[in-house]
């Protein structure tokens, strides 16, 4: 059982995305599965997006050996992929594995490449979204440091390319998934994508695009709870 | 794969990893002549085989005259609309543009850009090492060797080098509108007005540049031949390198085995370099050629005015002459130049571009020999509808 709580207050069905963290332990292949037999019978079609090679910048910033962390980052995208098909095959979602997919991948896309672009120079020049992007990148790596390593500003420089890479999936989830509305889906609120959705800086989501957060109710019976009843919005 | 419905679609659907998309398969095996609806909405005939595309591209009952308006393109007014250029002349005065330039460009003529590839690869390559790791290829070395090496030797003054990177790599964009392609060819134009204004103001002898300015003032081309031919030289120099740069290091890092043989036998650099050039041809298409006359080939008959397109592709995964097309295998005795066309139009530039090739990706691995993908294959991005065929990012770590 989930609860999914909007950042903003459209309410539409037609497409969800929902991120993945190959390095959150949160996202064990029974979670994913779960995750997405509630979400996929909820909106006309979904999509799952796992993060591009900038992944491994984390481990890098944590003080891995660059091959090492390559080969961490790309195990961990196996393994939540893996269980993300599987779960959309089983629920007869035609040709699964095209609706996983990296944002690497996604350069392919015009939409995404120009996105970056924007994303890359709002970084360079929006404090909010730089501060955003920039805490987020700490406290990732942090995580990620063994035995309290030092995290100076060039790791967070390098590692915060993962998070800039990102963004064109919070503002462009309609035109890159070729869907009227679509929300985003992740397991917290981000100060990035409140920053978005705050419509305050610049960074401007396109029409349809939306945002919400999904978490696993404790469920202490051990029997999956009655409501499929989406909350009520949190504003 | 079943039978497609006609006419096919152009762009196509790509192969896996840059291999020959399989409706051009279909289409050799199957239709020789096969009618290709481009972009732009005009349908055109499609040749696969090599000895067929050998003919034709001879063959002067087809002509490359497209600059005038209201000629087949595959989207809007691209370099193939610019007036008088290389591209666009038919004999005899084809050749003697041509002539003008054949001089600069022979396989002894190259040879000595050798230490400046080597010099702009090496610069680069130091930058990447002190770099993040992992990194985008394509960004740190593919699109930017071109751009640093290709402009010295173009001679593209410091005040321009700015104007240079924001026209080139064009994005030639099948996707594209006719009003943002027109847009693209115009904004080259006016770099290309003025990097001739600069030539003039202070000659850089010694570049292509500097032929056809001195061979307009000696009244052997005209005004516009010599516009029109460095415009295409200028989209030339960058464009087509960029995909070759990218794909040529990818299919290596896939086949560890032959990359560690160049890498213990240098003398292979030139081998794999032209089974790269043979495996993957960036062009997709190619522009349009129109007949004459009503030509038969293969029992269809062309009709006057009709447009013929090739994909070289094709042409060298032609199994009637390549074994096993679909094998990478630097040992083949057959060699790339097939790629680079046939007939008056064969590339000017193929000494050159293997000159930089060879320098390019043999610098790139001596310098780094773990370099491996930093994704797996299947995730790398290939956009169908940029003309230069390739993954648009190459994640890479060492
Ligand atoms: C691997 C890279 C390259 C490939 C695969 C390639 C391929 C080709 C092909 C297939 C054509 C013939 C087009 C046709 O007949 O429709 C051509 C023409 C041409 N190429 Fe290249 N090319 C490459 C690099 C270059 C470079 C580096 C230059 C020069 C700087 C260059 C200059 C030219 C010129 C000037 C023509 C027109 C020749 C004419 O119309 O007489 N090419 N190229």
Redo the contacts with the bound molecule.
Sequence with gaps: MFTFTRLSPATSRDHVLVGLSPMNGRYTPEYIRKLIYWLQPRFRSIDVILPGFEAAYTLVAAGQPPTQAVRRARRACRQVRNPAVQALADLGVPDAARHVTSWTRLHANATYRAALIHSRRAYLTDSRIRRACRDMTGEVVRNAAAGGREIDAADIDIAVRYVIAEIPLFIHGPSLFGATESVFVYHRPTPLVTAIASGDCILTAEPGQSWAVVTEEENNHGRTGTSAALPVPSR | MGEPELPLRYPFPLGDTGALPPLTRWAQRNKPVCPVRLPSGITAWMLTRKDDVAQV?ADNRFS?DLAERGSPRMVGEDLTSVDD?????DPPQ?GR??QV?SGW?TRRAVQRHRPLIARHADRLLDVMADGPNPTDLVESYSATL?LDA?GE??GVPAELARECRQTYPMSLDLSSTPDAVQKETDAAKRFIAKLIAAHRADPAPDS?VHELLAAASAGVITESEMFG?VF???V???D??V??LTTGPMILMLHRKQLAECLADPQLWPKAVEEI?RYF???GL??P?IAREDVEVHGTMIRRGDAVV?P?QAVTWDPRHYRNPERFNIHRATD?SA????????????Q???V??QEAISALFHRFPTLDLAVSERELPWDPNRMFTRPIQLPVTW
């Design positions: 591209l490359r250029a290389i591209f666009n002349l084809h543009v041509r330039l460009f071109p290709m030797l173009m292509p031919t295409l030289v200028f030339t120099s960058f087509p390198l995909a070759p050039l041809h960036n062009g190619g522009f050629r090739v070289m790339g790629t680079f066309g046939a007939g008056p139009h064969y590339c000017l530039g193929s050159l571009a293997r930089v090739l």
